[in-house]
């Protein structure tokens, strides 16, 4: 048994130094190439519960791509966006980002998504000195993940902390409900919320959490409709924010006011939401309204290529990747010059807004108010 | 395979096959052949550790992420909180997730076959589901990040060589103890209890005991694998330690060959590497994927490492279980 | 609150139960766990939303399609990946039956993509106030049919010529096929009507929740499959009884102690039940014999 066991090792052994050989074989080719292509990756989930993030994200990274070669590429060079599944698991993340930090043809990385997989991610990029500029994770942890770690969303203590200021200044709201998805997103928002609310003197009277792809709010929404909540602030995204909004109808809860942030931004939030999305009030960076020039060509080419108007992700992955393009035509594809370029970056114009990162690589810039009126996102002025 | 019957032969074979492994890392210099080399390390603690449940003593377990996951746990927890060397800090996941094993053994007592899967699954749930809420400790989904590289003497080991070696020597230790084990008498006791509880009884071997062990000795490895892990990693969160993860344990187990180790290292190799073979075809992989398990099982039930390699077998069983209910499993057989 | 929580609790109970009687109709049968059952029912779901919205029929007529459209997925994965390995080893059938799940889910977001849909049926959801509490067309519609359907089903089982062959099966397939029963056409109908349960709940949860994903089948399937046994697997009864049991207590729980924790409750009081009374709630006791 024992040697059987060591013949299996034996043999594990050499399928995996035969699987290297050939796959070696074929990365020497890619070397070759190296010269007429500039290579970014795309680490993001296209399958598992954030797959529709992913997907937006491509799509997006992907339109800032096409823009530049369709323009004659960088240094008569073309730009191809490599795409990598890490599943929005964080294991999985690990070893994607080996792969894609391993290829040195891979100039920079736009990824990941979800904040435990940039985590995962982040000791592996930053030994390998490869930039990793993150289209979605906005927990507060990434902020120290290391120096090759960007962000061009903004932590969630900025988006939340000025939506809780929005709800209790503003609007008057005393009494507020958080009904948060249970991942790592949902509650560092949660978090944050509870210590703006105490600071801004507001009561948080349900806090309650819900698996991410629930289909079913009676349970909570029920204790909200037998509290004195006066308003729903929500820690999620879009698609669970319209099945709340939708379901809230039937507790008696009709004219809730629903809040959220730039997370529950999207297309779906309408389309599945129906009329009771309508009146929802959230904050964000990124809107089909926006007056800025970069966001209406990016809402046009994304039309133009997918037939549905991007999402806050898309924006965002529009930004990525148009960060990294950006150090490129400045500085070359080198990995570290790129890291150099982006730790000093200011004022670059993107769908979301101007992108400015600081000390610690995450982005600084100001949130607008939106709403929804008659299935349309409407920024407030 | 002729060749290996000369045991002189076969030691130079092993001897070549363990420099090989050993000079890997110094003739493949490419960090994400490692990763992947090591990810297959971990998986083949966990796939052993799972086979000695599920292949040797019979007890279909669908909750073994759980604890991969309490032995991650455990392990990042002392290590970052109480500045615990990792090897003590390995030992200490080894227990608690040892301990964690012998209470999902206890329901082992009155269930079986399909009922205890699901109490194994559900007992999978719940310890996620602890992970997620219990945020004080764990820090929920936030994940538990900056767990710190294992020292020796302050040697810090860091970077992939070294973990790759790591996990070799853990790999190794592993498979000695799993060897010992199932070629001991508590080993062939567990495969009588697998082949018929009451029968084993009955010639005196009393089955919680093997179970027990059986499941204690399993989720002590998974632990240890999970403490690795999670120093390798550097953080760890809930996602990992998930139903999938158990899934997919349990399938390298079975696709290399129930109650056969070579079969599942082989199972690990296979499953860890066809994924990243067909990472070129992303939207049609998981897809390839689940369609391949159905075929493997079709055409090839026992396993890649099954009955059919196995030379010599104390009781002639069959691999893939045999019968194993008493009564109602029976009456299909001879469909 | 309570009685709201209550009726909010029976009305999930009632989709687990649906699906759960799928779970324990095979497995009364075939003594196999379709790990499948729950992407059945996401099956179900895509396609009940394909026949309405993509193809633009009515109601009426689209959900019996979708429900045969179902019925004939739920035979063929039995014909390819349960049937040639029935005789082997369980475990052989179990790991099937997770292929053909991650299948089943590859497929549908291959088709239908990864986003949310919304179903779109053309049924409108009315909400009832009865004093505190609040009641749709829909729930009473889910409790009713599924109150109905294990009527049904139970008097299939029990009193027709197909049902005496079922459990003929169900004992013995030897000797069923002794006896001159197909056993295989018996198999494939159990399968079918699994698959229309299945469909039925999906179209439910469909109308209900207005949204329809690849991965729906997860949670669903889980919690079903956990009333399933809870009840007593391959009890008719017992799927019924199991599947409100399930629903009522996640809901009590996420409402009165921690919704974070809303399925360690449902999967905390299965295993609790199985260590007191490892048959299930109704289920008949297996004595092991030499």
């Keep these: 048994m024992k040697r059987k066991a060591l013949t299996a090792v034996f043999m594990a052994a050499l399928l995996a130094m035969g699987l290297t050989a050939c796959s070696s074989g074929g990365g020497s080719t890619d070397s070759a190439s190296e010269s007429d292509t500039i290579r970014i990756g795309c680490a993001i989930p296209l399958t598992g519960a954030s797959a529709q993030d992913g997907q937006s994200i491509q799509n997006g990274a992907q339109i800032a791509v096409d823009q530049v070669n369709e323009a004659g590429g960088i240094d008569g060079k073309q730009v191809e966006l490599v795409v990598e599944d890490d599943k929005g698991d964080s294991s999985e993340a690990a070893t994607v980002a080996n792969l894609l930090a391993e290829d040195s043809t891979i100039s920079a990385v736009v990824g990941h998504f979800n904040s435990s997989c940039t985590l995962a991610g982040a000791p592996i ?124 109808s039937s507790f008696g809860l009709e004219n809730m006011q629903i809040m959220g942030v730039d997370a529950i931004y999207s297309d779906a939030l309408i389309e599945l939401g129906g009329d009771a999305a309508n009146g929802i009030l959230l904050t964000g960076y990124f809107s089909d309204a926006s007056t800025s020039q970069v966001a209406q060509d990016f809402i046009a080419a994304y039309e133009e290529a997918y037939g549905e108007m991007p999402a806050t992700y898309a924006a965002y992955g529009y930004d990525a990747a148009l960060v990294i393009l950006d150090a490129i035509q400045n500085v070359g594809a080198d990995r570290a010059a790129i890291q150099e370029y982006l730790s000093t970056l200011e004022g670059l114009e993107g769908a979301t807004g101007i992108n400015s990162f600081d000390e610690n690589g995450d982005v600084i810039k100001d949130p607008m108010r939106m709403t929804i009126e008659n299935g349309e996102f409407v920024v407030i002025e | 395979m002729k060749i290996l019957r000369n045991p002189k032969q076969k030691k130079v074979l092993y001897g070549i096959g363990l420099i090989l492994l050993a000079a890997f890392p110094f003739l493949i210099t490419n960090s994400y052949y490692l990763h992947v080399c090591i990810s297959i390390g971990v998986y083949i603690l966990l796939a052993t550790s799972l086979n000695l449940v599920t292949g040797f003593a019979g007890q279909l377990s669908l909750g073994h992420a759980a604890f991969y996951g309490i032995g991650a746990y455990v392990g990042a927890l002392l290590m970052l909180n109480f500045d615990v060397n990792f090897f003590l800090a390995m030992i200490a996941s080894a227990v608690v997730s040892g301990l964690f094993g012998l209470l999902l053994g206890l329901p082992t007592l009155r269930l079986r076959g399909d009922y205890l899967a699901i109490v194994t699954l559900g007992f999978g749930e719940i310890v996620r589901l602890v992970f997620v809420n219990w945020a004080e400790v764990t820090r929920g989904p936030l994940g538990l990040p900056g767990i710190p590289s294992p020292s020796i003497f302050g040697f810090q080991i860091s970077g992939r060589t070294a973990f790759y070696y790591l996990i070799i020597v853990l790999v190794l230790l592993t498979l000695f103890v799993m060897n010992r084990i199932v070629n001991s008498g508590v080993g062939m006791a567990m495969q009588t209890v697998k082949i018929d509880e009451i029968a084993a009884e009955s010639i005196g071997i ?5 179970k027990l062990i059986a499941f204690v ?119 | 609150m309570f009685t709201q929580q209550l009726m909010n609790g029976i009305t999930v109970g009632g989709v687990y139960a649906l699906i759960a009687l799928g779970y324990t109709m095979v497995y009364g049968i075939l003594k196999i766990v379709n790990f499948a059952h729950g992407d059945v029912f996401m099956m179900g779901m895509f396609l009940g939303m394909f026949f309405t919205q993509s193809l633009g029929l009515h109601y009426l007529i689209a959900f019996p399609l979708a429900a045969a459209a179902t019925a004939f997925v739920g035979i063929c994965i039995e014909r390819i990946a349960y049937r040639p390995i029935r005789v082997a080893d369980k475990l052989a059938v179990l790991i099937s039956a997770l292929g053909v799940s991650i299948f089943l889910q590859n497929l549908a977001m291959l088709v239908w993509g990864t986003e949310t849909h919304t179903f779109n049926s053309g049924i409108t959801v009315q909400t009832y106030r009865l004093g505190s509490v609040t009641l749709s067309n829909i729930q009473i519609g889910v ?43 018996i198999i494939s109908f159990t399968f079918g009507v699994g698959s229309v349960l299945a469909c039925v709940a999906g179209i439910l949860v469909g109308i209900y929740y207005d949204a329809v994903y690849p991965t729906i089948g997860y949670s669903y399937g889980l919690k079903a499959f956990a009333a399933a046994i809870l009840g007593g697997i391959g009890s008719i009864p017992g799927a019924m009884l199991g599947g409100f049991v399930i629903g009522i207590v996640e809901t009590f729980g996420a409402a009165y102690i921690s919704s974070g924790y809303r399925d360690a409750f449902a999967f905390g009081i299965l295993i609790i039940v199985l260590i007191f009374k490892p048959s299930g709630i109704l289920g008949v006791k297996h004595v092991d014999k030499v």
Aim: proline share 2%; charged share 15%; glycine share 10%.
């Design chain 1, 125 to 248: 990029y930053n030994q390998a000195g490869v930039v990793e500029i993150s289209p979605g994770s906005s927990a507060a942890a990434v902020t120290d993940a290391g120096d090759y770690t960007f962000r061009v969303i903004t932590t969630d203590a900025v988006q939340g902390r000025y939506l809780a200021e929005w709800a209790v200044n503003d609007l008057g709201y005393q009494n507020i409900a958080v009904l948060y998805e249970n991942t790592d997103y949902g509650l560092g928002l949660a978090q944050v919320l509870e210590e703006a609310m105490a600071d801004l003197g507001a009561n948080i009277v349900v806090q309650e959490a819900y698996e991410v792809g629930a289909t079913d709010y009676s349970t909570v929404l029920t204790k909200v409709a037998s509290s004195e909540a006066e308003a729903i602030i929500i820690g999620g995204l879009y698609n669970e924010t319209a099945l709340i909004a939708k379901q809230r």
């Design chain 2, 206 to 210: 009393y089955p919680i005991k093997y």
């Design chain 2, 217 to 335: 000795v399993a989720a002590a490895f998974a632990g240890i694998a999970g403490c690795y892990y999670a120093s390798y990693i550097a953080y760890i969160s809930p996602t990992t330690f998930v139903y999938n993860t158990s899934v997919t344990i349990l399938a390298m187990v079975v696709l290399g060959g129930l109650g056969s180790i070579p079969g599942s290292i082989i199972g690990a190799v296979i499953l860890t590497l066809v994924p990243e073979l067909l990472r070129f075809m992303s939207d049609y992989r998981m897809l390839i994927f689940g369609a391949l398990m159905v075929f493997m099982m079709i055409f090839r039930p026992e396993g890649f490492w099954g009955a059919s390699k196995r030379v010599k077998n104390i009781y002639k069983i069959k691999a893939g279980g045999g019968k194993n209910g008493s009564d109602s499993g029976d009456n299909q057989r001879h469909n």
């Design chain 3, 143 to 185: 409790i009713v049919l599924c109150c109905v359907l294990m009527i049904v089903l139970y008097v299939v089982v029990n009193k027709t010529k197909i049902g005496v062959a079922m459990r003929a099966t169900s004992h013995s397939i030897v000797s069923a096929k002794l006896m001159g029963i197909n056993t295989d056409r």
